[in-house]
Protein backbone atom coordinates (compact mmCIF):
# COMPACT_ATOMS: atom_id res chain seq x y z
CA UNK A 1 0.00 0.00 0.00
CA UNK A 2 1.38 3.12 -0.88
CA UNK A 3 2.23 6.04 2.00
CA UNK A 4 -0.48 8.86 0.69
CA UNK A 5 2.56 11.46 2.78
CA UNK A 6 5.43 10.57 0.87
CA UNK A 7 3.61 10.24 -2.67
CA UNK A 8 6.58 10.82 -5.17
CA UNK A 9 6.59 14.16 -7.51
CA UNK A 10 4.78 14.37 -10.78
CA UNK A 11 6.21 15.45 -13.36
CA UNK A 12 4.38 17.89 -15.46
CA UNK A 13 5.47 15.59 -18.70
CA UNK A 14 3.85 12.60 -16.96
CA UNK A 15 0.63 14.78 -15.93
CA UNK A 16 0.08 15.74 -19.67
CA UNK A 17 0.80 12.10 -21.01
CA UNK A 18 -2.08 10.96 -18.69
CA UNK A 19 -4.19 13.67 -19.68
CA UNK A 20 -3.36 13.01 -23.37
CA UNK A 21 -4.33 9.67 -23.48
CA UNK A 22 -7.59 10.52 -21.11
CA UNK A 23 -8.41 13.05 -24.14
CA UNK A 24 -7.49 10.20 -26.96
CA UNK A 25 -9.42 7.30 -25.29
CA UNK A 26 -12.70 9.55 -24.30
CA UNK A 27 -12.86 12.57 -26.32
CA UNK A 28 -12.82 15.00 -23.43
CA UNK A 29 -10.05 16.30 -21.29
CA UNK A 30 -10.17 14.80 -17.44
CA UNK A 31 -10.79 16.78 -14.74
CA UNK A 32 -10.94 15.55 -10.76
CA UNK A 33 -13.78 13.19 -11.26
CA UNK A 34 -12.50 11.04 -13.92
CA UNK A 35 -11.70 8.69 -11.90
CA UNK A 36 -8.20 6.04 -11.77
CA UNK A 37 -5.74 6.93 -14.32
CA UNK A 38 -5.42 3.91 -16.54
CA UNK A 39 -1.80 2.23 -16.41
CA UNK A 40 -0.91 4.79 -13.36
CA UNK A 41 -0.97 2.38 -10.64
CA UNK A 42 -2.50 3.81 -7.81
CA UNK A 43 -3.05 7.43 -9.61
CA UNK A 44 -6.24 9.11 -10.22
CA UNK A 45 -7.69 12.68 -11.01
CA UNK A 46 -8.88 13.50 -8.12
CA UNK A 47 -5.58 13.13 -6.57
CA UNK A 48 -3.37 14.93 -9.23
CA UNK A 49 -6.10 17.82 -8.67
CA UNK A 50 -5.37 17.74 -5.48
CA UNK A 51 -1.60 18.07 -5.48
CA UNK A 52 -2.34 21.01 -7.69
CA UNK A 53 -4.56 22.87 -5.65
CA UNK A 54 -2.99 22.30 -2.20
CA UNK A 55 0.82 22.26 -3.32
CA UNK A 56 2.03 18.53 -3.19
CA UNK A 57 3.86 16.19 -5.21
CA UNK A 58 6.52 18.76 -6.41
CA UNK A 59 3.71 21.62 -7.35
CA UNK A 60 3.09 24.66 -5.41
CA UNK A 61 -0.09 25.65 -4.05
CA UNK A 62 -3.12 27.47 -5.82
CA UNK A 63 -3.21 25.75 -9.41
CA UNK A 64 -6.17 22.38 -10.47
CA UNK A 65 -6.10 20.02 -13.00
CA UNK A 66 -8.26 22.53 -15.19
CA UNK A 67 -5.34 25.18 -14.68
CA UNK A 68 -2.72 23.40 -15.62
CA UNK A 69 -4.28 22.25 -18.52
CA UNK A 70 -5.55 24.95 -19.59
CA UNK A 71 -1.59 26.27 -19.35
CA UNK A 72 -0.33 23.37 -21.11
CA UNK A 73 -2.73 22.39 -23.51
CA UNK A 74 -4.92 25.18 -24.30
CA UNK A 75 -8.04 23.72 -22.87
CA UNK A 76 -10.48 26.33 -22.36
CA UNK A 77 -10.92 27.10 -18.31
CA UNK A 78 -13.88 28.51 -17.09
CA UNK A 79 -13.56 29.47 -13.61
CA UNK A 80 -16.70 29.17 -11.74
CA UNK A 81 -18.03 32.59 -10.17
CA UNK A 82 -17.15 35.91 -10.61
CA UNK A 83 -15.10 38.01 -8.53
CA UNK A 84 -15.23 38.08 -4.88
CA UNK A 85 -14.80 40.85 -2.62
CA UNK A 86 -14.13 40.63 1.40
CA UNK A 87 -17.49 42.97 2.21
CA UNK A 88 -19.91 40.31 0.18
CA UNK A 89 -18.16 37.43 2.04
CA UNK A 90 -18.96 39.24 5.32
CA UNK A 91 -22.52 40.11 4.49
CA UNK A 92 -23.26 36.99 3.08
CA UNK A 93 -21.94 35.60 6.43
CA UNK A 94 -23.65 38.40 8.48
CA UNK A 95 -27.10 37.21 6.91
CA UNK A 96 -26.77 33.39 7.57
CA UNK A 97 -25.58 34.47 11.15
CA UNK A 98 -28.74 36.27 11.65
CA UNK A 99 -31.26 33.15 9.63
CA UNK A 100 -29.77 30.59 11.53
CA UNK A 101 -27.78 32.11 14.92
CA UNK A 102 -24.81 30.11 13.83
CA UNK A 103 -21.98 31.21 11.84
CA UNK A 104 -21.45 29.60 8.36
CA UNK A 105 -18.58 26.97 7.90
CA UNK A 106 -16.73 25.27 4.63
CA UNK A 107 -19.32 22.50 5.40
CA UNK A 108 -22.77 24.38 5.12
CA UNK A 109 -23.50 24.46 2.19
CA UNK A 110 -25.12 27.07 -0.53
CA UNK A 111 -25.73 30.50 0.08
CA UNK A 112 -29.28 31.24 -0.26
CA UNK A 113 -29.76 34.18 -2.87
CA UNK A 114 -26.78 33.66 -4.66
CA UNK A 115 -27.11 31.95 -8.00
CA UNK A 116 -24.51 28.49 -6.96
CA UNK A 117 -22.38 30.06 -4.39
CA UNK A 118 -21.12 27.96 -1.41
CA UNK A 119 -19.63 28.28 1.44
CA UNK A 120 -16.84 25.39 0.67
CA UNK A 121 -16.38 27.19 -2.62
CA UNK A 122 -15.79 30.45 -0.28
CA UNK A 123 -13.55 28.82 1.92
CA UNK A 124 -11.30 27.28 -1.25
CA UNK A 125 -11.11 30.64 -2.22
CA UNK A 126 -9.59 32.28 0.47
CA UNK A 127 -6.83 29.47 0.72
CA UNK A 128 -6.09 29.20 -2.81
CA UNK A 129 -6.16 33.18 -4.27
CA UNK A 130 -9.14 32.21 -6.59
CA UNK A 131 -11.46 34.91 -7.91
CA UNK A 132 -9.30 37.56 -6.60
CA UNK A 133 -8.82 37.01 -3.06
CA UNK A 134 -5.07 36.96 -2.15
CA UNK A 135 -4.59 33.45 -1.05
CA UNK A 136 -3.29 31.98 3.20
CA UNK A 137 -6.53 32.34 4.84
CA UNK A 138 -9.72 30.48 5.06
CA UNK A 139 -13.36 31.15 6.07
CA UNK A 140 -12.68 30.71 9.24
CA UNK A 141 -9.95 32.96 9.80
CA UNK A 142 -11.81 35.84 7.80
CA UNK A 143 -14.85 35.38 10.56
CA UNK A 144 -12.78 34.95 13.93
CA UNK A 145 -10.40 38.14 12.38
CA UNK A 146 -14.14 40.32 11.84
CA UNK A 147 -16.74 38.56 13.98
CA UNK A 148 -16.14 37.20 17.82
Same mark, same amino acid.
Given at each position: MRNRLKQPNLPAKKI???ADAHKKRTGKWPNRESGNIPGAKGENWSAVHEALR? @? /?? @?? /??GSSLAKFLSTHRN??? /??? @?GPLSIKQILTWAKSHHRRTGYWPTKDTGKIPGTRNERWGTIDASLKGGFRTMKGGSSLSKLLDKHFD
Open positions: LAWH @G /RR @GY /RARPY /RQK @G
